[in-house]
């Protein structure tokens, strides 16, 4: 009979036929089933010790030549799926279990008995932890939300994105859809953090992450760093006084699916007690630049830098006006006028004065001469343009980088 031999280079040779001391086995006898059994087996063995001794890519070689040219055997088999998921090709090695499974319950049918299911070991165990994983990870996108002294609000806010989120399974057709919300709590005093704790408890159905400031950093710093621990393609930022509206992430969300080409996507927006009286010129401003009706790349976020957290910015400065800009002058971008989220200008608070604006009739910028303090935001922002422009033309994956500043937004 010939004998099978696995060089050290991998390499499968079959040893030369030698003249048998006893009468030839045949094919099916007992006899030669178990001489086979040993044989495979032993060669098994020796590759198992490349794959300790690294030999990885030239014991799947081996295996695989071994696994197509003999009859099935649950030894090389399982050892080529181990091979398989070392390589990270983790469909080859399920498909391989698979057929040891099979042989298994074959092998127990032939005998009359019962299928035992084969046992679950650590390969089984490392492909599961790997799908979990995968499970885990593979959201559309990530919400984040900065808070600070909102222990009253937030919980509208996070009822309103669970509100979305069913939306858009129920859109998709997908009751598996996922999306991260990430709360970043920027060193507020109150009860913020206990009211997102209770929230999450509440719904554990939704991933959701909470940071905790040592110190107050402002909006733009909290919305970077919820960014820097989002997971899936999409970002979107949410103020925790404003809430969406239950199309919100489902509008955005297709929009970016269907235009690969743009890098963000804006909506309209309901201001809450002054809608129906904002003058035209006040409404378009404010969507072109307020973070929460948008929906933007987690790419093209980090390309630009996020948001500006220099103190010119903070508490209340245009962190949201350079982003905007930034964003504009690197990547197209598209618009929808239907209203999918609330912007809420409370009474009593730093707002006042930017409500008496929307309500003037003036335009954005006009009137009293600006403070030192904008005329070093609007120099950062500058700053950040110039250094943008050092993008154009370079190499990546993300949607096409426009060639100038021109802009360009399309209708949707």
């Known amino acids: 009979m010939a004998l099978v031999e696995v060089t050290e280079g991998g390499t499968v040779r079959w040893l030369p036929r030698v003249t048998p001391l006893v009468a030839p086995l045949s094919t099916g006898d007992a006899a030669f089933e178990r001489l086979r059994e040993v044989m495979l087996s032993m060669t098994a063995h020796r590759l198992s010790v490349q794959l300790e001794e ?8 081996a295996l695989a030549r071994l696994v197509e040219a003999l009859p099935p055997h649950r030894a090389l088999l399982r050892l080529l799926a181990l091979v398989r998921f070392i390589q990270g090709r983790d469909a080859e090695a399920d498909g391989l279990l698979a057929r040891v ?3 298994a319950a074959d092998a127990a049918a032939g005998q009359g008995a019962a299928a035992v299911p084969v046992p679950e070991a650590g390969l089984e165990r490392a492909l599961r932890a790997l799908e979990r994983r995968r499970s885990d990870h593979q959201v559309v996108g ?3 939300i900065p808070a600070y002294r909102v222990e009253g609000c937030i919980g509208r806010a996070l ?6 989120v069913r939306y858009y399974r129920q859109a998709a057709g997908d009751a598996d859809a ?3 919300l990430c709360v970043v709590d920027d060193a507020s005093p109150d009860a913020t953090v206990e009211v997102v704790r209770a929230w999450s408890q509440a719904h554990p159905e939704h991933s959701l992450s909470l940071l905790a400031n040592s110190r107050n950093g402002g909006a733009g710093r909290s919305r970077n760093l919820g960014a820097a621990m989002a997971m899936g393609p999409y970002l979107w930022f949410l103020d925790a006084d404003d809430w969406f509206l239950e199309r919100h992430l489902w509008v ?3 929009a970016l699916d269907s235009h690969p080409e743009i890098g963000f996507v804006r909506t309209g927006i309901r201001f809450d007690s002054i809608d129906r009286d904002i003058t035209p010129i006040w409404r378009s401003a404010s969507e072109a630049t307020y973070p929460c009706n948008l929906c933007v790349r987690r790419v093209c976020h980090d390309l630009i830098g996020g948001f500006p957290d220099e103190e010119p910015f903070n508490p209340a400065g245009p962190e949201d006006v350079c982003y905007s800009r930034a964003l504009q002058s690197l990547f197209a971008g598209a618009k929808t006028a239907e209203p999918t989220v609330c912007y809420t200008l409370s009474d009593g608070n730093v707002f006042d004065k930017l409500k008496a604006d929307m309500l003037s009739g003036r335009p954005p910028g006009q009137g009293a001469p600006p403070e030192p303090v904008h005329l070093a935001a609007e120099l950062l922002i500058r700053r950040r343009l110039y250094a943008l422009e050092a993008k154009r033309g370079m190499d990546w994956n993300g949607p096409p980088i426009l060639p100038d500043r021109s802009g360009r937004m399309i209708a949707l």
């Open 54 to 61: 690294g030999g990885i890519d030239r014991a799947g070689v």
């Open 101 to 103: 499974s099979g042989l």
């Open 142 to 144: 990530s919400v984040v």
């Open 159 to 164: 009822d309103s994105v669970d509100r979305a």
């Open 178 to 180: 996922r999306f991260h």
């Open 252 to 254: 955005t969300a297709t």
